[in-house]
C-alpha cells in the first residue's frame, strides 16, 4: 500500500511552487500560509516565506524560534503544542516555527529572537508575548484568555 501525502504539505516541506488538484492535474497556485491554516488548524507551519500580517485581525501567531530542531527546548515546546492542539484551535492560534537562524526570513527580522525563544502574536499584530523557555498550552491559554479581543470572542461567544 502506497501513502500519499497530501499536495498542500508537500508543497510546504519541499519547496515546491506547484500543488495538485483532486483530480491529479497540476496547478500554479500554492496555498497561502492563511488557506493551510483554515484548512487545518492543526497544522505547524515553517516561517519560510510568511508574513505575520497574513493572520491579521483572523488568527494568533506563536512562533517557535531555536537555532536548530534538535534543541532540547524547541522539541520540548513543540511536545506541549502539540497535546494542546484543540485549546490552541479553539483560540485561533497558528503555530509557526523557525529554526534556521541562518535564514533570516521575514519572522525572524521582525521578532528578532536569541537562541530559543516563543513569542505570542496578537490578531492586531502586535507582540504581547516573548517568553525564553517552553511554556505549557494552559499557561498560553491563560494570557490570551486576558487579552481583551479574546475577552470580547468569548462574550459573544455565550451570547
Known sequence: MTSRIPAAIAA????????????GAATDAAPTALELWEQDRSVVLDSDGISLDEFLWVAR???????TPADPRFVEQMELLAAGSDDLAERDVVVIIDTDPSTPTAVRRQ???RGFMVAVVGKDGGVKLRKPLPWSVREFSRSIDKMPLRQREI???NE
Request: aromatic share 12%; net charge negative; proline share 8%.
Open 12 to 23: 510546504l516541506f519541499l519547496g515546491t511552487s506547484s500543488v495538485f488538484a483532486a483530480d
Open 61 to 67: 501567531p506563536i512562533v517557535v524560534f531555536a537555532d
Open 111 to 113: 521578532l528578532r529572537p
Open 155 to 157: 462574550r459573544e461567544g
